[in-house]
């Protein structure tokens, strides 16, 4: 398949680099979640209040930011599913270190709920512990029907990948500043339009730690949580690489779609070798 570089993902095994970056990757997802889900709990009096969703859309927007910058130099920050599966499809990563790592995201998102529930009070624990949702007190009653929750979901975390492809873009020279704190700040954004509608999770491990922990109505509607930001994530990463990007081209498009063994970074060294054959 073309998606599958054999030879790059048997060789990830061999680093510990690659160690070092599950661990990371486990370690940021397992804080955010943490604290994140953290100010959503300790807000529960106040919730779908203006104080609430500004309460916690900062906290999520700004653990973000401080996650990925201490770990953006060891395994990239993706601590995001969404992410990974971004990266996986435009084949920046290999096959083995996007499976690993979405596993390590999953896992350091139940083990971060695990801990704020061990250090919260029975009253706090036994309310909605951060878990995302569409549904009212009562369980029954839909804020948003499923389709529109996936769509939502999908369109939010589009606006986080495509912001992390332009982060992430070496080529662009017209960029400055913090690249995490524009990534928190895309997620600033989108908890602040959408946590009355969804809870605005753009983040399946973040909606998972909770579920596995909380149980009960955390699994209500799981699925939505999963299935729009992965959706939404590949559709940024694939549109700003292969469109969008610096070193965006028709032929870099055809090889990626086509090519077994492709890769983006020996594509843009190809690139500058003909640019200085011209």
Request: contains cysteine.
């Amino acid at each position: 398949m073309w998606l599958i570089n054999p030879r790059s993902s048997i060789e990830d095994l061999g680093k510990i680099s690659f160690w070092k970056a599950l661990a990371a990757e486990f370690i940021g997802t397992g804080f955010l979640v943490f604290v994140g889900c953290g100010a959503a709990v300790t807000s529960a009096p106040s919730q779908g209040t203006d104080a609430f969703v500004t309460r916690v859309a900062l906290t999520f927007g700004l653990t973000v930011a401080t996650m990925v910058w201490c770990i953006c130099g060891v395994s990239g920050g993706h601590i995001n599913p969404a992410v990974t599966v971004a990266f996986l499809v435009t084949r920046k990563i290999s096959l083995i270190r996007g499976l690993l790592y979405m596993a390590f995201q999953c896992s350091g998102a139940v083990a971060g709920a695990a801990l704020l529930f061990a250090v919260s009070t029975t009253e706090i624990a036994g309310g909605g512990f951060g878990c995302n949702g569409i549904r009212a007190k009562d369980g029954t009653t839909f804020i948003v029907t499923g389709t529109q929750a996936v769509l939502i979901e999908a369109l939010i975390t589009f606006v986080l990948i495509f912001t992390v492809f332009a982060t992430c873009d070496s080529k662009r020279g017209d960029l400055k500043g913090s690249g995490p704190l524009q990534i928190g700040i895309a997620v600033l954004i989108c908890h602040l339009a959408v946590i009355p509608l969804t809870g605005s999770s753009m983040n399946p491990a973040r909606s998972l730690g909770p579920a596995v922990i909380r149980g009960d109505q955390c699994w209500n509607d799981h699925h939505v949580y999963w299935i729009g930001p992965m959706i939404g994530g590949a559709v940024a990463g694939l549109m700003y690489d292969l469109i969008f990007a610096a070193d965006s081209s028709l032929r870099k498009l055809g090889d990626c779609l086509s090519g077994d063994d492709y890769d983006a970074e020996d594509d843009r060294d190809n690139d500058t070798k003909r640019a200085g054959r011209v």
